[in-house]
């Protein structure tokens, strides 16, 4: 169940600076751990120990997981998933 | 941008100068929401925030100034600006509106690149054409 996951600048250095990365999972958090298989230390970068982290936003599809069941939404094949860190600051 | 901070004063303002990717010329002034609605902070709404990622993906740009302003302090980056700053390619716009609040007169409007906690200061010219 390959899913395609959007990655930001950011986070490009882990990815080997790919864009746009397939993971594999049933979860939300299935697909981080995957990922995080894939390019260690980017499931830090989303997660802590309360679960996603709060300037991290990540979409499936276009609908904020936050609105969804958050890491445990189900993630179905071909879902796009889409992670933008927060635009945010004092 | 000091036009919308005023606006917006005494809450902060916050928004986007997209330019063609690559180019690192802000060409396209985006005004966003504060859904933060705060004095001290700022946070584009999420659903915005997806929407406009789209949009600069679909048009081929980027966002080249990241803007927010500030209401009772200078225009420098806060501990909290330096925190949360995710784009290592955007140049921060800080605009203070302690002095002028709503009105017009002089105002504070300063650049930085924020890359792994790190601020530099780089030179703002105001003028109609790039160079």
Do not use: W
């Amino acid at each position: 169940m390959p899913v395609e996951v959007r990655v930001p600048t950011i986070l490009r250095p882990l990815t080997g600076g790919a864009k746009v990365v397939t993971a594999k999972g049933e979860t939300l958090a299935a697909v981080v751990a995957d990922l995080d298989g894939s390019y260690p230390g980017i499931g830090e970068r989303l997660l802590d120990d309360s679960g996603l982290r709060r300037f991290v936003n990540v979409y499936i599809n276009d609908e904020d997981v936050r609105f969804l069941a958050g890491l445990q939404t189900e993630v179905a094949d071909q879902d796009s998933i889409t992670i933008l860190p927060a635009v945010a600051g004092g | 941008m000091v036009a919308h901070a005023r606006a917006d004063h005494p809450d902060e303002a916050c928004g986007v100068i997209a330019g063609p990717s690559g180019t690192d010329r802000p060409e396209r002034f985006i005004p966003m929401r504060n859904a933060a609605r705060s004095p001290t902070f700022y946070e584009f709404d999420s659903g915005d925030l997806f929407a406009l990622y789209r949009e600069l993906d679909e048009r081929d740009e980027a966002p080249v100034v990241i803007y927010h302003s500030h209401t009772a302090t200078e225009a420098h980056p806060s501990r909290t600006d330096i925190a949360l700053a995710g784009e290592p390619d955007a140049h921060y716009v800080l605009i203070s509106t302690r002095e002028t609040g709503t009105e017009d007169g002089p105002f504070e409007l300063r650049s930085f690149r924020i890359v792994d906690g790190v601020v530099s200061e780089e030179p703002v010219r105001i003028g109609g054409t790039f160079e």
